[in-house]
């Protein structure tokens, strides 16, 4: 589960829609065939324990919560050594249920000290999703420069030039018309 990709999905599985947040995992269908898709099984089991996980981090990335509530999820968690290809490999311990749960903190925790500070929530207020920023100088700001880039550059812009109308005299705004 390395690169981010499934941590980004499981993090952006709360979109804002129709002004209102949304919940992809809340009916079971859609979280199970995620999960099988990540290899675990989809089981009631296994879709509590992403949800819970997937909540927690995304209190972490925010800041709105301490990466001890994700101790809870990592309780009995065992790392084990193995000899592969003459090379030393460490496989996860625990129950099928929890797998992909834990699977998603360790590949948070592993961007979290490879990259630190690249995984960040948008910088758009309206929005509920997250970035993995992966540019040179890591100053991306926006889940997508198309939809909320846009907006909020577009929002500046605007506000820029609302403010530089003309003032009246009587110092209402200049505005014209018939």
């Known amino acids: 589960m390395e690169g981010g990709e499934a941590l980004l999905e499981a993090l952006n599985s709360t979109p804002i829609r129709d002004g209102g947040r949304s919940d992809l995992w809340a009916q079971g269908q859609e979280l199970s065939l995620w999960a099988i ?47 592969d290809a003459g090379h030393v490999e460490w496989a996860v311990e625990v129950e099928t249920e929890r ?18 500070g690249r995984l960040r929530p948008c910088a758009n207020s309206e929005c509920s999703l997250f970035l993995l920023d992966r540019s040179r100088s890591n100053t991306g700001r926006w889940c997508s420069m198309r939809a909320c880039g846009n907006r909020i550059k577009a929002r500046r812009h605007y506000a820029r030039r609302g403010s530089e109308r003309p003032a009246a005299p009587d110092g209402a705004s200049a505005v014209q018309g018939g």
């Open 37 to 83: 898709r990540h290899g675990g099984d989809g089981s009631p089991s296994e879709q509590a324990w992403l949800r819970r996980t997937r909540d927690a981090l995304q209190g972490v990335v925010r800041g709105d919560s301490r990466a001890e509530v994700l101790l809870p999820m990592l309780e009995g968690v065992r790392k084990v050594p193995f000899v």
């Open 99 to 116: 797998r992909l749960a834990v699977e998603l903190i360790l590949d948070w925790a592993s961007i979290q000290k490879s990259s630190p």
